[in-house]
Nanobody, 125 residues
Framework: QVKLVESGGGLVQAGGSLRLSCAAT????????MGWFRQAPGTEREFVAA????????RYADSVKGRFTISRENAKTTVYLQMNSLKPEDTAVYYC??????????????????WGQGTQVTVSS
């Protein structure tokens, strides 16, 4: 059983920063690709960023490139999303995801098998 627990969401003004964390527990999660999706009200969930199990490969959605950075540490079972220059359109529930036997590149084009409960990020204008 894989469990993902997010933290770090909150309210921030436009132009500000937040860092989301996701702690993974369960079967060999250190060997899983991990990432983040988000869902704004009335929209579908969309890919944000992903990182390979080793941390050597990443992928970002075009909408966050240059502003968000994904990383992982703690024996590769904790993943972070550093979000800078936040915009009101970044407001959403952010979900941590994980997937075995996949890559950071592929995670942006799939529905990962494991999801956290989500954490709210609200950016005010």
């Amino acid at each position: 059983q894989v469990k993902l627990v997010e933290s770090g969401g909150g309210l921030v003004q436009a132009g500000g920063s937040l860092r989301l964390s996701c702690a993974a527990t369960g079967h060999t999660t250190s060997s899983y690709a991990m990432g983040w999706f988000r869902q704004a009200p009335g929209t579908e969930r969309e890919f944000v960023a992903a990182i390979s199990w080793s941390g050597s490969s990443t992928r970002y959605a075009d909408s966050v490139k240059g502003r968000f950075t994904i990383s992982r540490e703690n024996a590769k079972t904790t993943v972070y999303l550093q979000m800078n220059s936040l915009k009101p359109e970044d407001t959403a529930v952010y979900y941590c995801v994980a997937g075995p036997r996949t890559t950071a590149q592929a995670m942006g084009d799939m529905y990962p098998p494991f999801w956290g409960q989500g954490t709210q990020v609200t950016v005010s204008s």
